[in-house]
T-cell receptor
């Protein structure tokens, strides 16, 4: 089955700096790679996703890159703000709406 | 996005008892629902996939006789944790998808189960 590794497990950045989280996956059949933000006790919130036919996608301060050959994808958050502090999860799936395999999560702390 | 409601949001039960968690799609018909479990400070792990009217497909290591899943209608799936033990204490969260693949699945708000 699919295995998703995520690094780092914790990330502390100064407000205004960028944050980068990296994930690798094992199953070449995976084609859908969402990123979720989860606050304590809440449901995961989809913040951006990318499909395998695209190498990069951007939405305001958030961008995701995908290297299908190397089987890795990354989340980039620019101009970080304290409200970006949360746990971020990457995931992989064969398609949107299919079962997700999650990475281990990254706890991001943005220091004011 | 579509709304998925999960109930209860928190439950405390005694060891040995059973607990039922409901997952409802409020404004769409969910042909497929997924149940995940998240232990404290850990990631989400898929427990099972259920399709309306069919038996659930459980992931390896998940006891189907302990975690009973029913998806009898297009808007409701239930997870029953039978003979709960303290190690079953976790955050249980469902997600629901309308229609065929390649359409987003939406998460419920999760249920915090504490077994004492």
């Amino acid at each position: 089955g699919e295995n998703v590794e995520q690094h780092p497990s914790t990330l502390s950045v100064q407000e205004g700096d960028s944050a980068v989280i990296k994930c690798t996956y094992s199953d070449s059949a995976s084609n859908y790679f969402p990123w979720y933000k989860q606050e304590l006790g809440k449901r995961p919130q989809l913040i951006i996703d990318i499909r395998s036919n695209v190498g990069e996608k951007k939405d305001q301060r958030i961008a995701v890159t995908l290297n299908k050959t190397a089987k890795h994808f990354s989340l980039h958050i620019t101009e970080t703000q304290p409200e970006d502090s949360a746990v971020y999860f990457c995931a992989a799936s064969m398609a949107a709406g299919n079962k997700l395999t999650f990475g281990g999560g990254t706890r991001v702390l943005v220091k004011p | 996005g579509a709304v998925v409601s999960q109930h209860p949001s928190r439950v405390i039960c005694k060891s040995g008892t059973s607990v039922k968690i409901e997952c409802r799609s409020l404004d769409f018909q969910a042909t497929t629902m997924f149940w995940y479990r998240q232990f404290p400070k850990q990631s989400l792990m898929l427990m099972a996939t259920s399709n309306e009217g069919s038996k659930a497909t459980y992931e390896q290591g998940v006891e189907k006789d302990k975690f009973l899943i029913n998806h009898a209608s297009l808007t409701l799936s239930t997870l029953t944790v039978t003979s709960a033990h303290p190690e079953d204490s976790s955050f249980y969260i469902c997600s629901a998808r309308a229609g065929r693949m390649n359409t987003e699945a939406f998460f419920g708000q999760g249920t915090r189960l504490t077994v004492v």
